[in-house]
C-alpha cells in the first residue's frame, strides 16, 4: 500500500489530541482522509483540514453502528482512535469507557470487510507494574490495572483476532497538537514548568517511556507503507533511548528551564501503577526511526505554552 494510489483511510476520533495531527499529516502525504468523530470537547481542531478536496468530515458517535456501517465503506484503511482516553475520564464514565473503548471496536471488527486494514493504538499502560530493570517486550503479558488499560486491552485482542490488522502500544504521547492536552505526563510538566515554575511529584521512581506526537503520526504512515511485512502484530512505540522516571523527567525539564523546582511528596497514586521500562526493538526492526527526542519536544511544548494558558477567571 502506498500514498501513490491514493488509499482512503478512515479516522475515528480523528479531531482529538493524536488524530488532528495525523489528519492533516495523511492529508499531506497525499491520502484521502475521513474523520468522524462527535467532537466530544467542543474542539475545532481540523479546520486547518476543511479546505483540502481530499478532506471528508462525518459529525457522529463511533458507537452508532448505522453511522459507523456508512463510514467504513469506501476506505482501504480504518484508523479507530475515538474512545474516552485515560484513566480519570473512564471512571468519570464508565459506561461509556466500555462502550466506546471496547464494544465499538469489536462492532468495527466485525463491520469493517477482511480486506480493509486497521491499525489501531492501545496504551503501554497494559504492561502495567513492570519487573525492575526487565524491558517489557510485545510478549510480555499484558495486566492492565484501570477500566481505561482494560478496554484498550480487549480492543486490541478484537483488532488482532480479526487478522489484516495491526496495533501500536503507544507510549506516553508528548508535543504541540491543535487539540491540546494536557493531562498528558510531559505536556503537563512542561505547563507547569512554564506558568507555575513548580511541580509536586509523587512515585518519582516509577519509570514509563515517551514518544512525540508527530513520530506517532510518522508511525502509522510507516506501518502503512509497510503493512505487508508488519501485518498481524502489536508493536511498542516509544523513545528506545527515553525510559525514564518521572523525577528523571523533571531533571531533563529543568536543564530548559532552570527556574523550574520540582519536589516529590506522597500526595497521590497512578490508577495505572505504571512503573516499566519498554523496548522498541520490534519496530526498530522494521526500519522505523522516531526524530523528535525528549529536548525537542520540551523546546516545542515551551513555545506552545507561552501561547496557551488557562486563564479564564484572572485578568492576565
Ligand atoms: N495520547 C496518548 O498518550 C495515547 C497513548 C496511547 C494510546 N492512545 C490512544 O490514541 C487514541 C486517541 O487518543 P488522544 O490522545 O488523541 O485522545 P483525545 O481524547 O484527544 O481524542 C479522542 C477523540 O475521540 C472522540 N470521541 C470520543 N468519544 C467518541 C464517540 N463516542 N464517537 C466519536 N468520537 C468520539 C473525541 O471527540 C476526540 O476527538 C485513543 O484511542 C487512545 O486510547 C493515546
Redesign the pocket.
Known amino acids: 500500500m502506498s500514498k501513490s494510489n491514493q488509499a482512503n483511510v478512515l479516522i475515528?476520533?480523528?479531531?482529538?489530541?493524536?488524530?488532528s495531527v495525523l489528519a492533516s499529516t495523511l492529508l499531506q502525504e497525499g491520502f484521502g482522509v475521513t474523520v468522524?468523530?462527535?467532537?466530544?470537547?467542543g474542539?475545532n481542531s481540523l479546520m486547518d483540514c476543511c479546505g483540502n478536496d481530499r478532506f471528508r468530515v462525518i459529525r457522529?458517535?463511533?458507537?452508532n453502528q448505522k453511522v459507523v456501517k456508512d463510514a467504513v465503506a469506501s476506505h482501504d484503511i480504518i484508523i479507530?482512535?475515538?474512545?474516552?482516553?485515560g484513566a480519570p475520564l473512564c471512571n468519570f464514565d464508565e459506561t461509556g469507557a466500555v462502550s466506546?473503548?471496547q464494544t465499538?471496536i469489536e462492532s468495527l471488527c466485525r463491520l469493517a470487510s477482511p480486506s480493509q486494514v486497521i491499525l489501531y493504538?492501545?496504551?503501554n499502560s497494559g504492561y502495567g507494574v513492570g519487573e525492575r530493570g526487565k524491558f517489557c517486550t510485545e510478549e510480555t503479558p499484558l495486566r492492565p490495572i484501570s477500566l481505561y488499560g482494560m478496554t484498550?486491552v480487549r480492543a486490541e485482542e478484537a483488532v488482532l483476532a480479526r487478522g489484516n490488522s495491526l496495533t501500536f502500544r503507544?507510549a506516553?504521547?508528548f508535543g504541540a497538537s491543535p487539540?491540546m492536552?494536557v493531562d498528558?505526563l510531559v505536556n503537563d510538566f512542561v505547563y507547569r514548568a512554564v506558568h507555575d515554575r513548580a511541580v509536586l511529584i509523587f512515585e518519582g521512581h516509577f519509570k514509563r517511556n515517551y514518544i512525540h506526537i508527530r513520530d506517532v503520526a510518522r508511525a502509522f504512515l510507516h506501518a502503512i507503507a509497510n503493512f505487508s511485512s508488519m501485518r498481524g502484530k502489536p508493536y511498542n512505540v516509544g523513545l528506545e533511548e527515553a525510559n525514564l522516571s518521572k523525577l528523571e523527567l523533571c531533571a531533563t525539564i529543568k536543564k530548559h528551564l532552570p527556574q523550574f523546582t520540582y519536589v516529590e511528596a506522597p500526595i497521590g497514586e497512578d490508577p495505572d501503577k505504571r512503573d516499566y521500562i519498554v523496548s522498541n526493538q520490534r519496530i526498530l526492526g522494521t526500519g522505523f526511526r522516531t526524530e523528535w527526542d525528549l529536548d525537542r519536544g520540551i523546546r516545542e511544548l515551551i513555545k506552545a505554552f507561552t501561547i496557551l494558558r488557562q486563564s479564564k477567571y484572572a485578568n492576565v
Not at 475515528?12 to 488524530?19: I, K, M, N, R, V
Not at 457522529?60 to 458507537?63: F, T
Not at 479507530?80 to 482516553?85: E, G, I, M, N
Request: charged share 15%; hydrophobic share 40%; proline share 5%.
Open positions: 475515528t476520533g480523528g479531531a482529538g489530541y493524536l488524530g468522524l468523530d462527535n467532537f466530544l470537547f474542539q457522529g458517535d463511533v458507537r479507530p482512535l475515538a474512545a474516552l482516553v466506546t473503548n465499538a493504538p492501545t496504551t484498550k503507544l506516553t504521547v487539540r492536552r498528558l
